[in-house]
């Protein structure tokens, strides 16, 4: 039977669309926040007949008008290492989008970043110099192995921090491969430099909202997806 394979990078997130979504015809991946990881999945779901690829997660905000828990639809993801382009398929977006109210969503392109993107500064150069409204670190890879076996692609994504914030450097290693988070670790480097924690504790509210977005949408969301995916 086909499927749609849906690339994570957090257990957190699959967990979202486990609950929300919770269909034999999607098939979950959780990469760790790592694109090649996610490559490697979507590469394998390809494979095994997906009949398409959809990017779920939350992202952080580049452009400046977008909130925590905003939702973000990716028209085109722009990858980080090469600057390559790969767009999403249109009627799949337009299936979703039927399932929202008007202006529920905002469309854009994504940056698929290798590395996180810590700075504010940073976070304004990349919505200057590629006009991208969100980043996340797996979209690309999953976008990558869509374009090579030509499978229909979407991204779905949540804001979580926005583009004037930036992220505490406890945070820069929290996700551990497997997409858990290393809240030992978080904690750890919290204590070295506690000035940080309420930065931290506001990333996990923000965080949380995205993953509430999520789980209000996306079951909608993908009933919209298998109607135009005949599944």
């Known amino acids: 039977m086909s499927f749609i ?18 269909d034999e015809k999607v098939r979950v991946g959780v990469s760790g926040a790592d694109a090649g990881r996610a490559y490697e999945l979507a590469r394998v779901a390809c494979q095994d007949g997906a009949a398409a690829v959809i990017s779920v997660g939350v992202s952080g905000g580049l452009d400046p008008a977008l909130s925590p828990g905003d939702l973000v639809f990716g028209n085109e ?6 600057g390559v382009r790969y767009h999403a398929e249109p009627y799949l977006l337009s299936a979703a989008r039927k399932t929202l109210s008007e202006n529920a969503a905002q ?24 006009e991208a409204i ?11 192995a869509a374009a090579e076996f030509r499978v ?10 926005p583009a004037s914030r930036a992220l505490p450097p406890a945070a820069l290693s929290a996700v551990a491969p497997d997409g858990s988070t290393r809240v030992f670790k978080t904690l750890l480097e919290t204590a070295k430099a506690p000035g940080q924690f309420p930065a931290l504790l506001k990333l996990g509210s923000d965080s949380e909202k995205a993953l509430a977005r999520l789980r ?4 909608p969301l993908f009933r919209g997806l298998f109607l135009a995916l005949d599944l």
């Open 5 to 22: 394979a849906v690339i994570c990078g957090l257990k957190s997130e699959a967990a979202v669309v486990g609950k929300s979504v919770g």
């Open 152 to 161: 229909p692609f979407a991204a779905i994504r949540a804001i979580a921090d």
């Open 107 to 130: 469309t854009g392109a994504l940056f698929g970043s290798d590395a996180i993107i810590q700075s504010a500064d940073h976070k304004a150069a990349l919505f200057y110099n590629h």
């Open 216 to 219: 209000r949408d996306l079951g």
């Open 134 to 144: 969100a980043v996340d670190m797996e979209s690309h890879g999953a976008a990558k």
């Open 77 to 82: 993801v722009i990858a980080d290492d090469s």
